[in-house]
């Protein structure tokens, strides 16, 4: 049987480089997914508390396929300690 491996479990988990990755995909419900495994392994009450949201509400917002407010995103991003940045799209 193959063993999980939790994401809190790994060492020097860079969130702002995961989140990079993702958003290159350009799918809004994979950011979703992706905040919410940070999250989780950050901790999702705290997220929840330095967020203003309820756990309730972001297990909502960032499961797989959710496609949650921009606001939601902000706000779990702040609570993250990581901001979104625009970059010019060079062809």
Do not use: W
């Amino acid at each position: 049987m193959t063993k999980k491996i939790h994401i809190a479990n790994l060492p020097d988990f860079d969130a702002a480089e995961y989140l990079t990755v993702v958003l290159e995909d350009n799918d809004a419900s994979l950011l979703a997914a992706a905040l919410g495994d940070i999250a989780r392994a950050r901790g999702m009450s705290e997220i929840a508390k330095q967020s203003g949201l309820t756990r309730e509400a972001l297990y909502k917002a960032l499961r797989p396929n959710a496609h949650p407010r921009f606001d939601t995103i902000s706000r779990v991003c702040a609570a993250l300690g990581v901001r979104l940045v625009a970059q010019a799209v060079r062809a």
